[in-house]
């Protein structure tokens, strides 16, 4: 194949991929966050698509994008720089649109408490993202006596009136993708994935009790089609029972809707000086070290400030005892990397209810980095001009120091340094 940039074969030394150059790093920097947001807008969109819920401008932009992408051989960086700039408009576009088929299939989210140990009796974990599966497994296990237990991004399911109505989804159980492997293999019962965050099990562990379904898939586990879950249904009333082990009652639900329904609360809170500050607290989470920050800085927070999380960068820190303030829990779970839009809802009506811009806003984003879908979140962000948002515990590995630059000039964004320093520094102390 050919490199446009340096007019030679790419398949030498320098050139990564056809029609980008090594020499035009910063070119294929943007590149690549161009195509991370692309696959976590096609990720979002599958999920609603799922739910009959649709909009052609999203794929039109998405085509578009990729066939700039592949053709463009400009090397213009302010040309690239407007298309990140767009992805991050229609990220937060797809997000809106799943929000609303969530809610319109499920109920808007209501604050809710979660049981986080096991019933006596056989169960099936479900994890992943996609709530139209765990609808349809619940309906399927519905009086069979086997209680179903949510893991890592399907607590807030939990929340969903939709899905809180059956009395069989008791539990969740375990915490981020990344602790999978041995809370699977202490796990008796059956096991359901239903989006990509799962792991290729250890030899002789789970296998044989672990299933896929949609787009997921592990060599090896039975792959569950058009949500027929009976396969998955006879292989827990086979396994051992789970015993009766109650655990720490957590809570999930903050869903924007339930935020703004008490915001005249949190308004008089804000003004009366016994909430200070707000902090989003989320992100992805993962096993490489240096995220543990993220506990300590939740853990240093000073009693009159809020805490908002969302995606599975909560499990750091989510059975922690918060406490409250006037009666509002010190720490929100707004929900799945999924619900990332009623984060920013959240911060929009406050904005608005302060007649300031969300810049002025006593909140500070410090978001936790991993996949696909963070780098729309992002994105995101950044098209609503949000600045000082801290990222960590590393940079992304696909920005390019220039890259990094123009994003830290044009909006202030910062790798995360110590707890104790970052928290000092947004404190003004």
């Known amino acids: 194949m050919f490199c446009y940039q340096c007019e030679q074969t790419a398949a030498g030394k320098g050139c990564t991929i056809a029609g980008v150059c090594g020499k035009n790093e910063d070119i294929q ?5 161009l195509l991370y947001g692309l696959k976590g807008i096609a990720a ?9 819920s649709k909009d052609e401008q999203i794929d039109s932009f998405m085509h578009e994008a990729l066939f700039k992408t592949v053709t463009n051989v400009s090397f213009d960086m302010n040309q690239y720089l407007e298309l990140v700039s767009e992805c991050g408009k229609v990220s937060l576009k797809v997000m809106e649109l799943l929000d609303k ?15 986080t140990g096991t019933r006596k009796g056989p169960g099936i974990l479900i994890t992943g993202h996609d709530l139209l599966d765990l609808y349809e497994l619940l309906k399927q296990t519905e009086g069979t006596g086997i209680n179903i237990y949510t893991h890592s991004e399907m607590l807030p ?28 293999t202490a796990f008796s019962g059956a096991i359901l994935a239903t989006t990509n965050c799962v792991l290729i099990p250890p030899p002789n562990t789970y296998l044989d009790r672990l299933f896929t379904c949609g787009i997921t898939g592990i060599p090896g586990a039975a792959h569950v089609k058009e949500r027929d879950f009976s396969i998955v249904i006879k292989r827990a009333k086979a396994l051992p029972p789970l015993p009766e082990a109650p655990g720490k009652k957590i809570m999930t639900g903050f869903h924007h809707t339930a935020i703004l329904s008490i915001a005249d609360k949190i308004v008089s809170a804000v003004k009366a000086g016994r909430i200070r500050h ?11 070290p240096g995220r543990n920050y993220y506990t300590e800085f939740a853990e240093l927070v000073p009693k009159d400030c809020i805490i908002l999380t969302v995606a599975c960068g909560k499990y750091r820190f989510n ?35 302060f007649n300031c811009s969300v810049n002025e806003l006593p909140l500070s984003l410090v978001l936790s980095w991993f996949e696909q879908k963070a780098v729309a979140i992002l994105l995101a962000l950044l098209h609503l001009g949000i600045k000082n ?11 390019t120091p220039n890259v990094f630059k ?10 995360i340094t110590t707890p104790q320093a970052d928290l000092a520094a947004i404190l003004g102390k």
């Open 29 to 33: 920097s943007l590149q690549d966050t």
């Open 44 to 52: 979002y969109a599958y999920h609603a698509r799922e739910l009959v």
């Open 101 to 115: 088929a969530h809610t319109q299939r499920f109920g808007s989210p209501v604050p809710t408490e979660v049981e």
């Open 157 to 184: 399911a939990h929340g969903y009136p939709e899905l809180k109505k059956f009395k069989h989804l008791v539990g969740n159980y375990g915490g981020a993708w990344q602790d999978q492997k041995k809370e699977f």
């Open 278 to 288: 707000f902090f989003l607290i989320g992100g992805c989470d993962g096993a490489k």
């Open 319 to 353: 059975k922690l005892d918060f406490g409250t303030i006037d009666g509002i829990p010190r720490l929100l779970d707004v929900g799945q990397c999924n619900n990332a839009y009623s984060a920013i809802q959240v911060a929009l009506a406050l904005a608005k209810a």
């Open 389 to 399: 948002i801290r990222i960590g515990p590393t940079p992304p590995a696909f920005i």
């Open 406 to 415: 123009i994003l830290q000039e044009k909006f202030d964004l910062k790798l």
